[in-house]
Structure formats: C-alpha cells, structure tokens
Antibody, heavy 115, light 107 residues
Framework: EVHLVESGGGLVQPGGSLRLSCAAS????????MIWVRQAPGKGLEWLSYISSTDNTIYYADSVKGRFTISRDNAENSLFLQMNSLRSDDTGVYYC????????WGQGTLVIVSS | DIQMTQSPSSLSASVGDRVTITCRAS??????LAWFQQKPGKAPKSLIYGASSLQSGVPSKFSGSGSGTDFTLTIRSLQPEDIGTYYCQQYNYYPLTFGGGTKVEIK
C-alpha cells in the first residue's frame, strides 16, 4: 500500500526557515516523480514544486521560486522541501504527492508563519 | 499559465441525484486532467486521471470525460459520504494548476 507521511511543519517567524520531509513507502520511490502542494486556510490547492525521479529536472511555482528548494534521497525513500525567507502567506497545510498527476497524497503538515 | 475554471463553485443536491461538475482549461491540455475529492479536514484523494481513467479503488459511480479544454466529472447517485470539495488539475504544462474547487453538499 502506498504511504506518504509528511513531517517538519510548525510555527515559524516571518523570515525564518523550515525543512519539510516526506517519507514514502509501499512503492518504488526512485521510479516516480514527486510534487509538493499546499493549501492555505480555507483556500484551494496550490502546486509548489516538482522533482523528477532522478532529480535532474526541477520546477517551481513563481510564488516560491528562489525561496524554496525541493530535493530527494532515493536511498532513504524521502522527499524534502527546504523553505527559506518564509512569509505570512506561506501559512497552510503542505502535502507531498506522487507523480505530476498526484495519484497519492500524504496527510499533510501544517506550517504557520507568524510573529 | 493555464487557468482552470470549475463550475459551479458549490452545489446542493439530493441523495440519489446525478451530479455533474465542469472544468474548463484556458488552452488545450489534451487529456492531462485529474480530478480529486477532498473531504472536510482530510487530504485530497485522487479519483480520475487522464481525464477519464478511474484511479484504483475508486467506485465506478465516479466518471470523467472530455479532452482539450472542456472536462466533466459525474457522480452517479450522490450519497452522504460524497460530500466535500472536488478539484480538477491540469498536468500537461508547468506550472501545474488546479481549479478553484466545487463544494458538494446534500440538500
């Protein structure tokens, strides 16, 4: 069974940093692209970043380009999102998902950016 | 960027009704269209990919159709467990983009 578990969220001050992790199991992680998606409180879904299976192709949404960095460790079946220069509008639930078509999602991790 | 426009933004229907949600892309995306269901307080769940292919384990009461710019999600015989918000997403071009969502309620 495919399982994705995000962690690393929490309360951070504006300008601060967080590193989110997504632990994958139940499938051959190294064979799949992965994405990060977020959802601001009471709002819809926003795609943030994509990484290919061998991390040689990476894309970002304009809203996070230059501030967020996606990476993966195929040996550890893990996906990461390094978030720097956080702003209040980065507040929300962050999800990892398998594939650009997001066939499986984690349960999400809450990030709150507030002073 | 490709804009995805869903309609309606919300709907209220009776148990047993057939419900249809539409999604329009601002330019052609082939059949690179997915549908998701999000129940209150939960993560989204994939229902449909490739515009019309049912994700494994999803009941056949859900169906998708369309290609190019116009797509439809149909729920046959609405049940209380189907309440939530439904989103479309195009994955033909980056940035990937989602529709604004359709909130489905029971009348």
């Amino acid at each position: 069974e495919v399982h994705l578990v995000e962690s690393g969220g929490g309360l951070v001050q504006p300008g601060g940093s967080l590193r989110l992790s997504c632990a994958a199991s139940g499938f051959t992680f190294s064979g799949y692209e992965m994405i990060w998606v977020r959802q601001a409180p009471g709002k819809g879904l926003e795609w943030l970043s994509y990484i290919s299976s061998t991390d040689n192709t990476i894309y970002y949404a304009d809203s996070v380009k230059g501030r967020f960095t996606i990476s993966r460790d195929n040996a550890e079946n893990s996906l990461f999102l390094q978030m720097n220069s956080l702003r209040s509008d980065d507040t929300g639930v962050y999800y990892c998902a398998r594939g650009y078509e997001a066939s499986y999602w984690g349960q999400g991790t809450l990030v709150i950016v507030s002073s | 960027d490709i804009q995805m426009t869903q309609s309606p933004s919300s709907l209220s229907a009776s148990v047993g009704d057939r419900v249809t949600i539409t999604c329009r892309a601002s330019q052609g995306i082939g059949n690179y269209l997915a549908w998701f269901q999000q129940k209150p307080g939960k993560a989204p769940k994939s229902l449909i990919y490739g515009a019309s292919s049912l994700q494994s384990g999803v009941p056949s009461k859900f169906s998708g159709s369309g290609s190019g710019t116009d797509f439809t999600l149909t729920i046959r015989s609405l049940q209380p467990e189907d309440i939530g918000t439904y989103y479309c997403q195009q994955y033909n071009y980056y940035p990937l983009t989602f529709g604004g969502g359709t909130k489905v309620e029971i009348k």
